[in-house]
């Protein structure tokens, strides 16, 4: 599998376990890179940040409305939030709370989508890609400005 095939395979697993139930940063893209104890750890964090971002963005996940304090935050100011406290980011933090605490759902737009193409289900979790659905979601990405052509939250910004 490509590079970017297996950053789409990952997006597509995440997306849908957001369906099924509510995740974490520490979650969402439990394999790409190795996940949060694999050797590009960095890599993974950063990625984490990415998907987060693009996908508040396009209004496919948001917070959980239990958690207020978080849910009233724009995504530009909770992944900035999530980078700063990144473990893998940034040596200087100890405690990566955050990254644990704040809960992550899907939207009724993403509950949408994904029984569209059939993937509501924890077997369609571990299926292969499905072409359609990530298309469908990268042209979202790309509408709104935050396609994987941009390099949203760098981690030299």
């Not at 597509?12 to 996940?35: E, K, M, R, V």
């Not at 509950?111 to 042209?139: D, G, K, M, Q, T």
């Amino acid at each position: 599998m490509s590079k970017n095939q297996d950053i789409f395979r990952a997006y597509q697993a995440s997306l849908i376990y957001a369906c099924l139930d509510d995740f974490t940063a520490t979650s969402a893209l439990h394999n790409l890179y190795g996940g949060q104890d694999g050797k590009r750890a960095q890599d993974w964090a950063l990625a984490t940040v990415r998907f987060i971002y693009r996908n508040l963005v396009v209004g496919l996940i948001q917070v959980s409305p239990h958690q207020p304090s978080f849910h009233e935050m724009s995504p530009e100011g909770l992944c900035e939030l999530l980078r700063q406290n990144a473990p893998h980011l940034n040596s200087a933090v100890e405690n990566a709370d955050l990254w644990v605490s704040v809960l992550f759902c899907a939207t009724p737009l993403l509950e949408e989508l994904v029984a569209r193409y059939h993937l509501l289900s924890w077997s369609a979790f571990s299926a292969p890609l499905n072409i359609l659905f990530s298309n469908e979601i990268r042209e979202m990405y790309r509408l709104r400005g935050v396609g994987f052509e941009k390099d949203v939250f760098n981690s030299d910004e």
